[in-house]
């Protein structure tokens, strides 16, 4: 079985200037002229979010690929999420602007391991169901009894796995670990997670909320125990964007998820100060995001433009595609 979402990152030559302003205005017209629609992740640049018809998590441009009607769909995030919307929209062309822009948590969990994992359990006898992430490989969906997100991990744990089976949640040990917290279910964890906020670090975020009085942390489950024990409020990238709109009272937040989160903060919530944590504070008490996802930072707006000009880079359909797509489809859709 071959995991399309294992691909090294590599340098890239540095293109030629192109003004943002230009590429939009090209994006535009190709647009229309290739009847695409694009998609982009909320932890893309924002130029690419300003491009897009949809923007959202994982959860809510899953939903969205499944509707689009255009025949081609440019995907501007990750590997597996461009699989995602091949999988639940087959008949369209699914592009995605960069075939490199993988994930770390996603690599941390291959197929084949997981599939030799699963065997050694079921062999000791153990009778289990397996939840994945959603930043998992299509390969490895395709082994998965359920598929969860951020924003509907506690739900289908409490609600649709059933009582009497143990869980073997993968690839996020952090998510699990919280999940295992708030639903009182214990878990096989398996061990991987984000390269982004896996470099939160607990002491930049007490300096950070030190000198910012009245300060709120907002951080994403994936983040490890000891940031979410600081946080006021846990919770994906759609639900922190509810939240922080929820409150009308001009309020400083302190944001640990990817650096691009702060722009659909700020347009959804503009009354409030958005600060990336963590960041290194310098003397007049300013940060600078050093938590950009380095996949996701693969998109650029060039090669958004590219690839509605050449058809390709492009999602081909992989055999596993039928099984996960029935598990996505049963987790997230249903
Ligand atoms: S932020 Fe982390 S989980 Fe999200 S795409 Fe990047 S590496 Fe993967």
Not at 199 to 225: M, N, W, Y
Not at 254 to 267: D, G, H, K, S
């Amino acid at each position: 079985m071959r995991d399309n979402n294992l691909m090294p990152i590599v340098d890239e030559p540095v293109g030629i200037y192109e003004d943002p302003l230009d590429l939009m205005d090209e994006i535009d017209r190709l647009k229309k002229a290739k009847d695409a629609t694009i998609l982009a992740h909320y932890y893309v640049d924002g130029e690419i979010q300003d491009v897009a018809d949809f923007t959202g998590d994982s959860l809510q441009l899953a939903r969205d690929a499944a509707r689009v009607e255009t025949s081609t769909i440019v995907f501007s995030g990750v590997h597996f999420m461009a699989e995602t919307a091949k999988m639940l929209n087959p008949s369209k062309t699914v592009l995605l602007p960069d075939l490199q822009a993988g994930c770390s948590l996603s690599d941390s969990c291959p197929a084949d391991q997981l599939a030799a994992y699963q065997k050694k359990l079921r062999e000791e006898g153990r009778d289990f169901q397996t939840v994945a992430y959603i930043n998992t490989s299509a390969a490895v969906k395709s082994l998965c009894d359920w598929i969860v997100t951020s924003g509907n991990a506690r739900e289908v744990v409490e609600e649709r796995v059933p009582k009497d089976k143990e869980i073997l949640f993968v690839p996020d040990q952090h998510l699990g670990r919280y999940l295992v917290e708030v639903t009182g279910r214990e878990m096989i964890l398996w061990p991987g997670s984000c390269m982004v906020h896996e470099v939160f670090s607990l002491q930049d975020l007490i300096r950070a909320k030190k000198s910012t009085p009245g300060s709120v942390v907002i951080a994403h489950p994936e983040c490890p125990q000891n940031i979410l024990e600081v946080a006021d409020f846990i919770g994906g990238t759609e639900r922190m964007k509810q939240y922080c709109a929820s409150i009308q009272e001009p309020t400083k937040f302190l944001v640990a998820t990817e650096a691009n989160m702060i722009y659909p903060l700020e347009n959804a919530a503009p009354q409030h100060e958005f600060i990336p944590v963590p960041g290194i504070m310098t003397d007049t008490g300013e940060t600078c995001a050093c938590n950009r996802c380095p996949h996701m930072a693969r998109n650029t707006l060039a090669k958004v433009r590219d690839c509605l000009k050449r058809g390709k880079p492009e999602i081909e359909w992989q055999p596993y595609f039928d099984k996960a797509r029935e598990v996505v489809t049963r987790s997230l859709l249903q």
